[in-house]
């Protein structure tokens, strides 16, 4: 299963969500940060002997191997840990490596959607026409996109997923289930609520997934900037009620590709 979590404009959280959503994914899982913007990971990140990732060994060394074919657990042989112990993708540092890898970036996207035993979770950051990782995002089961209960949010959010609509209508390639959630602060009961009302009206075919709990303490945590325990915070409590119906949205999505 292919999970790629991102935004309509700027990145709103996408980067925590998708690395606490890869912390609490019930089955083995892989953590891909494919920011074409530029990853946070290998900066902030520490193996479990507190030394810092190899950023030159993830996406970038990924995508030289694919000049000359990648078997579907070729990911395997580039991934790194993180203390705690999750595996880890590092992501290119700068937009100008992710244009330089972009003609890869196919074959990247297949071994990601087609490993043999792991899901994956992948942090696109901003999607948006153009974006050499759409291939990873066309390749997924279900593409994830964050928003915040602000006016503006919503408008960027609503013409996004009217682009990805008409190119799921107009496509011949696979394309992803589409969900939406709110990063928002844990006590507003009110923009979920609302922000499904207006997709509704719209029509889009997109299903809210739920709430990211806007908790700042926690995401410095998650990215490596404050060193303290975050498994009870509000954020990774909130990100696990996530995990249940993203994967059904995945797997609804994967059992329409296969004919059932």
Known sequence: ????????????????????LA???????????????????????????????????????LAADARRGLAN???????????G??????????????????????????????????DVVVDCGRVQAGSPVMPVVAAADVLVLLARPRLES?????????????MRATSTRRMPALGVALLADSRDRRSLAE???????????VTVVGQ???????????????????ERSLLVRSVRQLVAPVSDLAASQGAVRAGI
């Open 1 to 20: 299963m292919l999970v790629a979590i991102g935004s309509a404009k700027g990145s709103p959280g996408v980067s925590t969500t998708a690395r606490v």
């Open 23 to 61: 912390g609490v994914w019930p089955s083995d899982v892989v953590l891909v940060d494919a920011d074409p913007a530029g990853g946070d990971v290998s900066l902030l990140g520490r193996t479990a002997s507190r030394g810092p990732l190899d950023p030159e060994r993830g996406v970038l060394s």
């Open 73 to 83: 657990d070729s990911l395997d042989d580039h991934l790194q840990q993180l203390e």
């Open 85 to 118: 112990g999750l595996d880890v993708l590092c992501g290119v540092t700068s937009p100008e490596q992710m244009t330089g890898i972009a003609p890869a970036v196919p074959a990247l996207a297949s071994a990601l959607a087609h490993h043999p035993t792991r």
């Open 154 to 166: 919503y408008a960027h959010l609503r013409e996004r997923l009217r682009w990805l609509a008409q």
């Open 195 to 205: 922000l499904a009302q207006l997709l509704a009206h719209e029509g889009l075919p």
């Open 212 to 230: 990211v709990a806007e908790d700042q303490r926690a995401a410095d945590v998650v990215g490596g900037r404050l060193d303290r325990g975050v």
